[in-house]
């Protein structure tokens, strides 16, 4: 660290310089005046440096944290690792670029996953710009990585339908009612892959990454429940995850809250299939892992902050 | 006549969906009507589309204040339907090689793809987030242990938020049973672990009762507007 | 293929428990109409609905209403518009003015026509403007961000939050709060109550915001439905009771009786 803060100097000095007027602020008024009329400002510049510090440290050390995968993170490493090659499998990516923070480090790990297990990977989407999120998963791990997976035979595209939930209710019992053709305009008929794929219970398992609204609580509803011999684990985002808690273990083989469930099984993933060096893109949520760290630490400092400031002020009322 | 007919078209279609639930040969129709919907609010979008061009072209021919955004609005707008429709950029399909207009207006290159992953994912992504910053200043200005009940919702809040982090790990690592024999009875109390307990058992409580007093009071909106107790939605008597 | 029933027996149980439900919210309906007096506990956030609007004519500014980012055919936007009615009638009478976007085109149109024929009760038909009530964009985030911009031009003195909202619900409440004004929200999406309760001034939790409707009108038969939900309730807890203890004694006795009506519970009823 300290040789990270010699060489990257000028970073400090503007780190420090940014808050040069708070302090001379709080030296002039004093601290507990200028805690009680803190400007809001203030508190986003320190989140900022929060959260940017740390993703600079990582970006120039390549140093992260430990990571001490959980049951959960276990679970759902263990349900895709459990499947043999050549098993089918569908994905669907419910997220758009607004979660894409949070949700695409596990949907990295999960495409990397399926690839080094080489089962057949079925992807779709319940919302609009999902596909734009699948074509950028696959353009980032299986073209550079995978180049022997082929599309159509290994991994097909099959694009988003609107109906929500109405779409998972339709392909659990006759896929192609709705899907005539995949992302690309192809027909059903002309994918390999497709051959004998008539439903969504066919499917060894169902790997959904959920932001909200269809997504994995729809899966839960009508795929998983319905039909108890399909397998579902989900990534799911920070806020949706303790709502999902209750249908872990039996609708829900694994669940991935937030970026700590992509860091735990990207850990998993990267361990068991990484090799020596593993690639930084496959390090994302490990990466994300600091800031969050620091931000919640500032955080928990703030509520101190306020909590001193809030019964400091009681006393002197009560005085 | 005017009230009478919607809250008629109400009841009936709404019975008979709920009927439709129990009678295996039209457990089908849910799906279909509510296909049915997403093609009426596609439709629908014409109006709302036409809404946004009326009121910002409006902005800008009265010179309020700000129609400098309007003509932004329109541009974009305009702009984004005009590559979408048209496929600007787009290469035809492998099957159709005759035909330009047959690629996918997503496809990586064109002009849609471009305006999607250098401005509408950037912007999308940057409002999202505002969200840590605003969670700063919400926790400095709400978070006050004032009652017994506070005292515990922040207690809690430190242990979920260590216990999200490197930092809950590090700071209870000792509690190993490999440090001492005893402390395999209190594994439960390592950050990380209370937090996954916390989150699991008394969340999930919590989350269940609002979860089930949330479906009670939507299964009693439901009823009083399908049997026409409830008419506000459509304008007042 | 052998041939269908006219019922789905696995969905005999569910079809009881609806009855049930249903039932006990029909009855207290009908026993409202017959005159039995129903009482409601107070609901401070909808107690405060008139104190917001009026503080909004005081200072000079506008109240904003956001009907939540969902479609019409989710049951907390049409619950919202319930609200939206009492507001826009308040606001007519008080002579404030109510801003209503939309991200969704059906939401305008509904939305329109429940403010028209709130300003038109209030007996104020000529204060309204169609612009009031406006189509924004469908993409949630857009949609907040121009929410955003609105509400740090206009300053609005009231922000009403009623319907279903995803992430964006600490963004607006904490602008809201940034501005000044008095908030008021309403969510059944338990996800944004906790961001809701902790930047507004008053929150409608889960089914206190399907209550509004009932509440604002304080017509016997919607009252009469709150206590029918009331029952409703008791029978859940009665069922969770004796789940509960079934499977609590079927885990201490290991009675294979005990466990086989566990079983039924879960694997007949509860699916």
Redesign the interface.
């Known amino acids: 660290m300290g040789d990270f803060l010699r060489d990257q100097w000028w970073v400090v000095a503007i780190f420090i310089g940014t808050l040069v007027p708070l302090v001379r602020r709080f030296a002039s008024v004093g601290a507990m005046e200028a805690l009680r009329t803190?400007d809001?400002r203030w508190?986003?510049l320190?989140?900022?440096w929060s959260?940017l510090f740390p993703i600079y440290f990582i970006g120039v050390t390549g140093r992260t944290?430990?990571?001490?995968p959980?049951?959960?993170a276990h679970s759902t490493f263990d349900e895709l690792d459990r499947l043999a090659p050549g098993d089918p499998v569908l994905l669907s990516f419910d997220y758009?670029?607004?979660?894409?923070?949070e949700l695409q480090p596990m949907a990295t790990a999960f495409v990397k996953h399926c690839a080094e297990k080489k089962l057949k990977m079925y992807f779709m989407s319940l919302w609009p710009?999902g596909?734009?999120m699948v074509?950028n998963t696959v353009?980032k791990v299986i073209r550079p990585d995978y180049p022997r997976l082929v599309y159509g035979q290994d991994y097909v595209n099959l694009g988003y339908k609107?109906?929500?939930?109405?779409v998972i209710?339709?392909i659990t019992t006759n896929i192609r009612e709705l899907y005539t053709t995949d992302?690309?305009?192809?027909a059903m008929q002309d994918i390999p892959m497709m051959n004998g794929i008539t439903s969504v219970q066919q499917m060894k398992l169902i790997i959904n990454v959920s932001a909200?609204?269809p997504g994995v609580k729809e899966w839960v509803q009508y795929a998983a429940?319905?039909y108890a011999t399909l397998h579902l684990v989900a990534g799911t985002?920070g806020?949706?995850?303790?709502?999902v808690?209750?249908y872990?273990p039996r609708q829900l083989r694994g669940l991935l809250?937030?970026i700590?469930g992509a860091a735990e099984y990207e850990k998993l993933v990267i361990d068991t299939y990484g090799g020596p060096n593993p690639d930084p893109k496959y390090l994302e949520g490990l990466r994300r892992?600091g800031p969050?760290?620091v931000?919640?630490?500032?955080?928990?400092m703030?509520?101190l902050?306020?909590?001193f400031l809030?019964?400091a002020d009681k006393r002197a009322v009560g005085r | 006549m005017k009230r009478t007919v919607p809250l008629l078209i109400t009841a009936v279609v709404g019975f008979t969906l709920i009927g439709a639930y129990f009678v295996p040969y039209t457990q089908s129709w849910g799906e279909t009507v509510a296909i049915w919907f997403d093609v009426l609010a596609a439709i629908a979008f014409i109006l709302g589309g036409g809404n946004l061009l009326r009121s910002h072209l409006k902005r800008i021919s009265d010179q309020q204040s700000g129609w400098a955004y309007s003509i932004i609005v329109l541009v974009s707008f305009l702009g984004t339907l005009f590559v979408g429709l048209g496929k600007i950029g787009a290469a035809p399909s492998p099957q159709f090689p005759d035909y330009g207009w047959s690629g996918n207006y997503r496809q990586t290159g064109s002009a849609f793809w471009y305006s999607y992953q250098y401005a509408f994912q950037p912007l999308t992504a940057t409002i999202f987030a505002l969200l840590a910053f605003y969670i700063a200043s919400a926790a400095f200005r709400a978070f006050r242990a004032k009652n017994l009940e506070a005292s515990l919702l922040l207690a809690t809040a430190f242990i979920v938020l260590l216990g999200r982090t490197f930092a809950g790990v590090a700071l209870t690592a000792w509690i190993d049973p490999a440090n001492w024999q005893g402390f395999r009875y209190f594994t439960g109390l390592r950050l990380e672990n209370l937090t996954v307990y916390i989150m699991a058992v008394f969340n999930t409580a919590g989350n269940r009762a609002i979860m089930i007093g949330i479906a009670l009071g939507i299964v009693a909106t439901s009823l009083k507007i399908l049997i026409g107790v409830d008419r506000s939605y459509l304008g007042k008597d | 293929m052998p041939p269908m029933g006219w019922f789905d027996l696995n969905r005999i149980w569910f079809f009881g428990l609806l009855v049930m439900l249903c039932g006990a919210v029909l009855a207290y309906i009908l026993a409202a109409r017959r005159g039995m007096q129903i009482k409601v506990r107070r609901i401070a956030g909808l107690e405060a609905v008139d104190d917001a609007v009026g503080r909004a004519t005081e200072m000079g500014r506008s109240c904003l209403y956001i009907p939540g980012v969902q479609d019409m055919n989710d049951i907390q936007t049409i619950a919202s518009l319930t609200v939206l009615s009492r507001v826009a009638k308040t606001a007519a009478e008080y002579d404030a003015r109510v801003e209503v976007p939309t991200t969704r085109s059906l939401v305008m149109t509904a939305a329109r026509e429940t403010v028209q024929a709130a300003y038109l009760a209030a007996g104020r038909p000529e204060a309204f403007s169609p612009d009031q009530v406006y189509y924004v964009t469908d993409e949630q985030f857009g949609y907040v961000a121009y929410v955003q911009g609105l509400m740090v031009r206009e300053r609005p003195a009231a922000c009403f939050y009623m319907g279903s909202f995803f992430a964006e619900s600490l963004i607006l409440a904490e602008m809201g709060n940034g501005v000044g004004a008095i908030q008021i929200a309403g969510t059944a999406q338990p996800a944004q109550l906790p961001f809701f309760v902790a930047a507004c001034d008053y929150t409608l939790i889960g089914e206190e915001f399907f209550a509004a409707s009932a509440y604002l009108s304080g017509e016997p038969d919607q009252l009469g439905s709150l206590k029918g939900q009331d029952a409703g309730k008791l029978i859940v807890a009665a069922g969770i009771l004796t789940g509960v203890a079934a499977e609590t004694l079927a885990s201490l006795t290991g009675s294979p009786a005990i466990r086989s009506f566990v079983n039924f519970l879960i694997n007949r009823v509860l699916t």
Do not use: C, W
């Open positions: 803190l809001r508190i986003f320190l989140m900022l959260v944290f430990p990571e001490l959980s049951a959960l758009d670029p607004a979660s894409e923070g710009v596909p734009q074509q353009d609107s109906g929500n939930e109405a209710r339709v992302s690309r305009g192809t909200g609204y429940t319905p985002t806020v949706q995850a303790p709502l808690y209750p872990v809250g937030a700590k892992m969050q760290l931000a919640h630490l500032l955080i928990i703030l509520i902050v306020a909590n809030y019964f």
